[in-house]
């Protein structure tokens, strides 16, 4: 039996997962992983996938062209040319994990938050991250060509003499049709 004025030396060379993991009497992330790799070995001898990562892209002339970019036009050029050239490895993720949350039909009636919803999800969110910076790379562009148009107020000095009424608004363009002659 151990003595509580102890316990926190039994947690010495352990990482914060296997704590939790201990305290809660759950296997590990690395536990879980390691028995599903033990459990695949035969499988994975009659289907051998690689096991080396997929290829880094070069990405070198990107970093150089964007360190020398000078213009927005030229910075949305080098980042444009990056997310064209990494769409079709984040479409392949996507198509994976979406085919994988399909697998075996688990994804009919599935509740959220359940493996096949979060594998949705993710495949999901693999395809955002480009929309994401395409969005902001256009958000700098407008910003740059076409920014909001400013509003023409007269200077302070010609203000008019209080009325008691609140001013008029800017003149906005009318929304919406216009009316049939």
Do not use: C
């Amino acid at each position: 039996m151990s003595h509580p004025d102890f316990e926190l030396y039994d947690n010495v060379g352990r990482d914060a997962d296997q704590i939790t993991a201990a305290r809660y009497g759950i296997a590990t992330r690395g536990d879980l992983l390691r028995w599903a790799k033990r459990d695949a070995k035969p499988f994975l001898s009659q289907h051998p996938l690689p096991e080396e990562p997929l290829p880094n892209p070069d990405l070198a002339p990107y970093l150089a062209a964007l360190a020398a970019a000078e213009t927005h036009a030229e910075f949305s050029a080098v980042t444009q040319r990056l997310l064209d050239a990494a769409e079709p490895v984040l479409r392949a993720v996507s198509d994976y994990l979406f085919a994988a949350a399909q697998w075996r039909g688990q994804h009919r009636g599935a509740a959220k938050g359940s493996p096949p919803k979060l594998l949705m999800e993710a495949a999901s969110r693999s395809l955002s991250v480009a929309a994401i910076a395409d969005e902001a790379d256009l958000t700098t562009l407008r910003a740059v060509y076409d920014p909001a148009p400013s509003l023409n107020l007269p200077p302070p000095s010609q203000a008019r003499a209080s009325s008691g009424f609140p001013p008029a608004p800017p003149h906005a363009p009318p929304a919406g049709p216009r009316p049939g002659r």
